[in-house]
């Protein structure tokens, strides 16, 4: 009789350990997969949004700046040009504390001496002026102003109404800080006016992550005329 031996060919299957053990490795590496391509997306939509904004604030500046440069009677007075050149670059000047004068304004010393200049300072320097708001007439003889309204930034339109008031910063983009530094504005000083315009933004969104980088740019314009006459001509 033979003596016949049992052979099992069959595959060896895993134990529920060893299936235990790699579904964990598995979630693991499938975790880390997600989270660092949600951390990719989340980036790509920071960098989108900080561009976005970017983009729009330097159209802004540099429309601004375009009319600045042609610009004349750049005023750091509120509404003083709507009666052309009323209190604005012919003395006297209205100061901090008078009614005309735009709430916020600071004046500065510039360095730049000039004792025969109207409205020098003291000691015979000629003033900056920090202001919110910023007033002047564009080469077409429209009045224009610029001031920070809920977040965005506002330019009158004086087709309409010294007024009426529209924005020129896009939804995309949140104004925080707006200044505008005026020098060489007064008739008579020798200087060629010069804007500096500040301006700080954020993108508009509800990530905390982006609306809390702010966007800080700055930009210097001189105008291409240097003193008004007081009859308003350049």
């Not at 504390?97 to 015979?124: H, K, M, Q, R, W």
């Not at 700080?200 to 740019?217: I, M, R």
Request: hydrophobic share 35%; charged share 15%; net charge negative.
């Amino acid at each position: 009789m033979k003596n016949h031996q049992y052979q099992n060919n069959s595959p060896k299957g895993f134990t529920l350990v060893e299936m235990l053990v790699a579904m964990g490795i598995f979630t693991i590496v499938v975790a880390i997969a997600i989270g660092g391509f949600i951390n990719s997306l989340r980036t790509q939509r920071q960098v989108a949004s900080l561009i976005s904004a970017q983009s729009n604030a330097s159209l802004v500046i540099e429309q601004m700046a375009r009319e600045m440069r042609t610009g004349f009677l750049f005023c750091h007075d509120a509404g003083n040009n709507t009666d052309v050149n009323d209190n604005c670059n012919n003395p006297p000047y209205s100061v901090p504390g008078d009614s005309d004068f735009v709430s916020g304004c600071t004046e500065i010393d510039s360095g730049y001496s000039y004792p025969s200049a109207p409205d020098a300072l003291a000691n015979g320097d000629l003033p900056m002026w920090d202001c919110p708001s910023f007033d002047y007439f564009t080469a077409q003889g429209e009045e224009v102003n610029y001031s920070l309204q809920n977040g965005a930034l506002m330019e009158s339109d004086s087709s309409v109404s010294t007024s009426t008031f529209v924005s020129i910063t896009g939804n995309s983009v949140r104004v925080t800080k707006l200044h505008f530094i005026i020098f060489g504005n007064m008739e008579g000083d020798a200087w060629t006016p010069r804007v500096t315009i500040v301006i700080g933004v954020v993108p508009s969104s509800t990530d905390p992550a982006v609306n809390s980088d702010v966007l800080n740019l700055q930009t210097t314009v001189s105008a291409r005329t240097i003193d008004c006459t007081p009859s308003g001509s350049c």
